[in-house]
C-alpha cells in the first residue's frame, strides 16, 4: 500500500559509540561570566576604592552618627540664635516707636514752650536778648533762678554767659551786692533757664541784675533787674 519498506534492524550497541556533544550556547554563556566577573574584580582592584574591614566600617558609622549629633546641635542653636534675634528685632521696633513718640511729645512741648514765652510781657529794655520774666527766690544759702529768655538772632543759636548781680544785707549788716558765679549759655529761640547759684554765708538778697553778655566780660545783650522772693 505505501510502497516497498525496509526491515528495522534493531541493535541495542548502536548509540554507544557516538560522543556526546557540548552545547555551544552553555559554553559561551559560562564564558560571558567567567569574563564579567574578572573585569568587576579588575575595576574594583583598579579604580575603586578599597572594600572597608570590619573595624573601618564601625569607625565610619561612629564618625556618621558624630556628624549627625552635631548636625542636630548646631540646627538646634540656630533655631535658637533665629528666636533671640527675633525678639531683638522685636524689642528694637518697639523702642523705635517709643523713640518717635517721645520725639513728637519733645516737639510738642517746644512748641507749648515758645508759645508760652512770646505770651509773656516784652522786656522793656529791647535788647538783642530779651529777659521776658524771671523767678528768683533764696533758699538755705543758695539763689534758686528760673529765667525765661528769647532772641532773634540769624541762625537760631546764641552762645553767652548770665551773669547775676545780687544786692542785700551782709552777714555783718549794711548793704552789699556780689556778683555770683557765671553761667554759661546755649540759646536757641527760646529758652528756660533753671537752676541755682551759691550765696555768701549769711548773705540775704533782695534784688538781683540779670545781665546776658557775649562772654565774661564781653558785650552786654541784654539786661533786667529783679526783686529777689
Do not use: I
Not at 556628624?67 to 523705635?96: D, I, K, W, Y
Not at 557765671?182 to 538778697?205: I, M, W, Y
Amino acid at each position: 500500500m505505501f510502497g516497498s519498506s525496509r526491515p528495522v534492524v534493531f541493535d541495542p550497541y548502536r548509540g554507544r559509540g557516538q560522543r556526546r556533544r557540548f552545547p555551544r550556547w552553555l559554553l559561551l554563556l559560562l564564558c560571558g561570566l567567567a569574563g564579567g566577573s574578572a573585569g568587576v574584580l579588575y575595576l574594583q582592584e583598579r579604580y575603586l576604592p578599597p572594600r572597608l574591614s570590619v573595624t573601618e566600617s564601625a569607625q565610619l558609622k561612629e564618625s556618621f552618627d558624630k556628624a549627625e549629633a552635631e548636625r542636630l546641635r548646631l540646627q538646634n542653636e540656630l533655631g535658637s540664635t533665629s528666636q533671640r534675634l527675633q525678639s531683638a528685632l522685636s524689642e528694637r521696633a518697639a523702642l523705635a516707636q517709643g523713640a518717635a513718640v517721645s520725639r513728637t511729645l519733645t516737639e510738642r512741648l517746644a512748641d507749648d514752650l515758645a508759645f508760652a514765652v512770646q505770651a509773656l510781657p516784652p522786656d522793656p529794655r529791647d535788647g538783642q536778648v530779651a529777659v521776658r520774666a524771671a523767678r528768683l527766690s533764696a533758699q538755705g544759702g543758695s539763689l534758686d533762678y528760673s529765667v525765661a529768655l528769647t532772641h532773634a538772632r540769624r541762625g537760631g543759636k546764641l552762645n553767652g554767659v548770665l551773669q547775676v548781680v545780687v544786692t542785700g544785707t551782709a552777714a555783718a549788716g549794711g548793704e552789699q551786692s556780689v556778683t555770683l558765679q557765671p553761667v554759661q549759655l546755649a540759646l536757641s529761640g527760646q529758652t528756660v533757664l533753671r537752676g541755682s547759684l551759691a550765696l555768701p554765708e549769711g548773705f540775704t538778697p533782695r534784688q538781683a541784675t540779670l545781665r546776658v553778655l557775649e562772654r565774661s566780660g564781653g558785650g552786654q545783650l541784654g539786661m533786667r533787674v529783679l526783686n529777689v522772693n
